[in-house]
């Protein structure tokens, strides 16, 4: 039970990596880059988490009481909305080269030529 | 064998020893729930005392670290930037007039008005409050721009079109984005380091606390909210446009 939230993180991580590779459609690519990310997430949040630790807001809370480490939860929320707006350039990378080549699968697009 | 076949066998092994490294690595991490951290818990303990912020993420994400929080706000800027530079309409596109269709069901449109408006209270109860209770600029931003893509389920195209404009989001994108760095360089004119808390820590608990971070709070939610909008907004047309297309 102790180390299970990180091996999730790592199975994550390769599952996203194993599908980006054999990807043969890009959007399917760029939801297995999510799926990749989301494995830093999960590592990131249960690395910071403290046992029996609240949430790190101190709102009627007293000041010292034990809460998880906010600092990955700051990178984590920052790297979420920078995520979807990087997905978003990537899908339009897509949507850019079916238009160009009538595809988006990656090896057929390696053939094209314009 | 295709090469998808080919990229799949040569992968595996590859994967295999890069797993075997990572569960290696991952096994030499302290055990679930026992890493104490010496940075988050000084920032547990300091925040509230130190900038009057009772959210210590927020208070991390605009203060302690915000000078990379304005990094990586540039990073969205950009990748939306990008995103408007693929998506722009070329020549050969030629200028589609939308479909003006709107949505007919009254049912639908008034529980999208409910949810349009609700959605928006909520986001900007979640950038208000960002320094107080659980939110912030990053994630009110979000549910701001997704309360205005409802306007598009429950209302139609046309609605949107109207409402959705570039005159009006572009300069609010830029002035979220550029309102982190003057916040910034304001502190550096008055000749204190840059982002250093001008205003002063305020009262914790309430609206005003946190200073200058309730500003640089509500500069990123602008231009999250607005860089959201646009990447809906580009999308759309260009789902839209073949539809537009196919009937006329």
């Given at each position: 039970m102790n180390f299970l939230a990180y091996g999730v993180a790592g199975w994550i991580c390769l599952v996203g990596f194993y599908g980006a590779i054999v990807s043969k459609n890009l959007i399917h690519l760029a939801l297995c880059l999510t799926v990749i990310q989301s494995s830093t997430y999960i590592l990131l949040l249960s690395i910071g988490y403290e046992k029996h630790g609240g949430a790190p807001i101190f709102k009627g809370v007293k000041l010292g009481t034990t809460a998880v480490d906010p600092v990955v939860q700051s990178l984590t929320l920052t790297d979420i909305v920078i995520s979807v707006t990087v997905i978003a350039l990537i899908l339009a990378l897509a949507l850019d080269a079916h238009k160009k080549?009538?595809?988006?699968d990656p090896d057929q697009l390696a053939d094209f030529h314009g | 064998m295709t090469r998808r076949r080919i990229r799949g066998a040569v992968a595996l092994p590859a994967l295999g020893v890069l797993g075997a490294v990572l569960f290696w690595g991952l096994s030499?991490?302290?055990?679930?729930?026992?890493y104490h951290g010496i940075y988050g818990f000084l920032i547990n303990h300091r925040a509230l005392p130190q900038?009057?912020?009772?959210n210590a993420v927020t208070a991390t994400v605009f203060d302690y670290r915000g000078f990379d929080t304005m990094g990586e706000e540039f990073i969205l800027f950009a990748a939306v930037t990008g995103v408007v530079l693929l998506l722009r309409k070329t020549g050969e596109e030629g200028e589609d007039e939308p479909p003006?269709?709107?949505?007919?069901s009254d049912a639908l449109r008034l529980f999208g008005m409910f949810a349009v408006a609700g959605g928006a209270l909520v986001a900007l109860w979640l950038i208000a409050y960002g320094l107080v209770t659980p939110g912030g600029g990053f994630q009110g931003g979000v549910a701001l721009a997704s309360a205005f893509a409802l306007l598009f389920l429950a209302a139609g195209y046309g609605p949107w079109a109207r409402r959705a404009k570039d005159a009006a989001l572009d300069p609010l994108e830029s002035l979220g984005a550029s309102g982190y760095v003057i916040i910034g360089l304001a502190a550096l004119i008055s000749?204190?380091?840059?982002?250093?808390?001008?205003?002063?820590?305020?009262?914790?608990?309430?609206?005003?606390?946190g200073g200058s971070l309730s500003f640089i709070n509500w500069a990123v939610a602008m231009e999250v909210a607005a860089a959201n909008v646009i990447l809906y907004k580009d999308f759309l047309e260009q789902y839209i446009a073949p539809l537009a297309r196919g009937r006329g």
């Amino acid at each position: 039970m102790n180390f299970l939230a990180y091996g999730v993180a790592g199975w994550i991580c390769l599952v996203g990596f194993y599908g980006a590779i054999v990807s043969k459609n890009l959007i399917h690519l760029a939801l297995c880059l999510t799926v990749i990310q989301s494995s830093t997430y999960i590592l990131l949040l249960s690395i910071g988490y403290e046992k029996h630790g609240g949430a790190p807001i101190f709102k009627g809370v007293k000041l010292g009481t034990t809460a998880v480490d906010p600092v990955v939860q700051s990178l984590t929320l920052t790297d979420i909305v920078i995520s979807v707006t990087v997905i978003a350039l990537i899908l339009a990378l897509a949507l850019d080269a079916h238009k160009k080549a009538g595809t988006i699968d990656p090896d057929q697009l390696a053939d094209f030529h314009g | 064998m295709t090469r998808r076949r080919i990229r799949g066998a040569v992968a595996l092994p590859a994967l295999g020893v890069l797993g075997a490294v990572l569960f290696w690595g991952l096994s030499g991490l302290p055990p679930f729930g026992n890493y104490h951290g010496i940075y988050g818990f000084l920032i547990n303990h300091r925040a509230l005392p130190q900038r009057h912020t009772t959210n210590a993420v927020t208070a991390t994400v605009f203060d302690y670290r915000g000078f990379d929080t304005m990094g990586e706000e540039f990073i969205l800027f950009a990748a939306v930037t990008g995103v408007v530079l693929l998506l722009r309409k070329t020549g050969e596109e030629g200028e589609d007039e939308p479909p003006e269709e709107e949505v007919r069901s009254d049912a639908l449109r008034l529980f999208g008005m409910f949810a349009v408006a609700g959605g928006a209270l909520v986001a900007l109860w979640l950038i208000a409050y960002g320094l107080v209770t659980p939110g912030g600029g990053f994630q009110g931003g979000v549910a701001l721009a997704s309360a205005f893509a409802l306007l598009f389920l429950a209302a139609g195209y046309g609605p949107w079109a109207r409402r959705a404009k570039d005159a009006a989001l572009d300069p609010l994108e830029s002035l979220g984005a550029s309102g982190y760095v003057i916040i910034g360089l304001a502190a550096l004119i008055s000749g204190l380091p840059f982002l250093t808390n001008l205003l002063g820590p305020g009262k914790p608990g309430t609206l005003w606390s946190g200073g200058s971070l309730s500003f640089i709070n509500w500069a990123v939610a602008m231009e999250v909210a607005a860089a959201n909008v646009i990447l809906y907004k580009d999308f759309l047309e260009q789902y839209i446009a073949p539809l537009a297309r196919g009937r006329g």
